[in-house]
Every structure is written in structure tokens, then in C-alpha cells.
């Protein structure tokens, strides 16, 4: 299982940036895929999940209306757009493999301990 978090950089308040986490060595339309952020000296952290069976999606409070999940199966990839940013969203993003029987919660609470795999990280700094 590989999972390669890409798309990160250093953008202004206000602004966006797309995320993307390409997958290989499982059937990726058969699992669910989440993000987690980690900001210097806290703990990780749940973002956005999405869903293999119906695409649902489910997001962290601090982030609803203004990030979006979304996968495109043909391609193993799985996208996060994060319109907005602020400098709380400053952090290392993470995309995230549980096991295939996951359903995302729906209520925006991801906890680490269901996933299985885990990309390297992309950092996302916000600041002016």
C-alpha cells in the first residue's frame, strides 16, 4: 500500500490550494480515504473523509464550507480543495487508508486509531 500526499505550499490568507493523494497497491475504490493535519507541537488531526460505496463525505467543524473532498476512482486519487485558508489551517497534511469495512462517521470526529496506512505529508503554511 502506498499513498503520496502532493500539493502543498505557502499561500496567503484568503487563498486557495488543492490537495491530491495518489494510491496504489489496494483496490482504492473499495475504501475509504481520509485527511488529517498536524500543526507543529499538536496532535493529529481529523480533516475530511470520503467514502468508497456513495461518495459521502464528512468534515471536521473547523473546516466545513470551506474545504472540499472529493476522488476520482479511475485515477486512485482522492483531492482536497481548501478555499479560504487561514493561518490556523498551517500544518502537515496527511491522507489516510482505514480498513475496508470504514464508513466515515459523519460527524467530522476521524480518530487515527481506524486508519491503516498512512502518506508521507504535504505542508500547507498560511501566512502573509
Known amino acids: 500500500v502506498q499513498l503520496q500526499a502532493s500539493g502543498g505550499g505557502l499561500v496567503q490568507p484568503g487563498h486557495s490550494l488543492t490537495l491530491s493523494c495518489s494510491s496504489s497497491?489496494?483496490?482504492?475504490?473499495?475504501?475509504?480515504i481520509a485527511w488529517f493535519r498536524q500543526a507543529p507541537g499538536k496532535e493529529r488531526d481529523g480533516v475530511s473523509c470520503i467514502t468508497a460505496s456513495d461518495g459521502f463525505t464528512d468534515y471536521a467543524d473547523s473546516v466545513k464550507g470551506r474545504f472540499t473532498i472529493s476522488r476520482d476512482n479511475a485515477k486512485n486519487t482522492v483531492y482536497l480543495q481548501m478555499n479560504s485558508l487561514q493561518p490556523d489551517d498551517t500544518a502537515v497534511y496527511y491522507c489516510?487508508?482505514?480498513?475496508?469495512?470504514?464508513?466515515?462517521?459523519?460527524?467530522?470526529?476521524?480518530?487515527?486509531?481506524?486508519?491503516?496506512?498512512w502518506g508521507q505529508g504535504t505542508q500547507v503554511t498560511v501566512s502573509s
Open positions: 497497491g489496494f483496490r482504492f475504490d473499495y475504501y475509504s
Open positions: 489516510a487508508l482505514p480498513d475496508a469495512m470504514y464508513y466515515c462517521p459523519g460527524d467530522g470526529t476521524l480518530n487515527t486509531a481506524d486508519f491503516t496506512s
